[in-house]
């Protein structure tokens, strides 16, 4: 089956604690993205990535980071910086080089919350 | 400042009725428009995409419509369900998507 992964499901932070996010595609897609949902808001975008080895900040990046080592893999890290972090984070992928003009594919989420 | 507004934020219908869901933008200088379904803790699934040069689209019971001059987009749902129960986000490429914040539909039985 072709898609897009997310793991974990939920995700539990300590304070002061880095965790990592997990995005896995098989779809072959050159475009991916990390976005921030909190509840009665519209999605904001983290950061994405239209190519191996290459991303961009987003509208939120503070406090995150990413790393595009392979074309199927486009993990979010959660840094101790970021103040806020228990949000709904989704992950989506797209075809082309022209980032966010072909539909995006997304995952099925991970929730994080802090202890 | 490139906005996508939503309203209502959550609307309730009988089943049977058509619902209409309404999507607003302030810049008219968009790639496409896209209507997603977004289910209880889950992901986002893609519903249509209206690209700029079009005027509407259409998929089974659903048909989306795009008026760039007016900066709004329509998404008709005709005879409801209650499984069409979720949340519906418009979201509008302006280089990259922007998401509304959705209107949560209910549908009852």
């Known amino acids: 089956d072709g898609g897009i992964t997310q793991s974990p499901k939920y995700l539990f932070r300590k304070e002061g604690q880095n965790v990592t996010l997990s995005c896995e595609q098989n779809l072959n897609h050159d475009a991916m993205y990390w976005y921030r949902q909190d509840p009665g808001q519209g999605l904001r975008l983290i950061y994405y990535?239209?190519?191996?080895?290459?991303?961009q900040k987003g509208d939120i990046a503070e406090g995150y980071s990413v790393s595009r080592e392979k074309k199927e893999s486009f993990p979010l890290t959660v840094t101790s910086a970021q103040k806020n972090p228990t949000a709904f984070y989704l992950c989506?992928?797209?075809?082309?080089?022209?980032?966010?003009?072909?539909?995006?594919?997304f995952g099925p989420g991970t929730r994080l919350l802090v202890l | 400042k490139q906005e996508v507004t939503q309203i209502p934020a959550a609307l309730s219908v009988p089943e049977g009725e058509n619902l209409v869901l309404n999507c607003s933008f302030t810049?008219?200088?968009?790639?496409?428009l896209q209507w997603f379904r977004q289910d209880p803790g889950k992901g986002l699934t893609s519903l249509l995409l209206i690209q700029s040069s079009q005027r509407e689209q259409t998929s089974g019971r659903l048909n989306a419509s795009l008026d760039k001059s007016s900066g709004r987009s329509t998404l008709y749902i005709a005879a409801s369900q209650p499984g069409d129960s979720a949340t519906y986000l418009c979201?509008?490429?302006?280089?990259?998507?922007?998401f509304g914040a959705g209107t949560q539909v209910v549908v009852t039985p």
């Open positions: 979201a509008v490429t302006w280089g990259k998507l922007q």
């Open positions: 990535s239209q190519i191996v080895n290459d991303f």
């Open positions: 989506a992928s797209s075809m082309g080089l022209a980032g966010g003009m072909e539909t995006q594919y």
């Open positions: 810049d008219s200088a968009i790639y496409n």
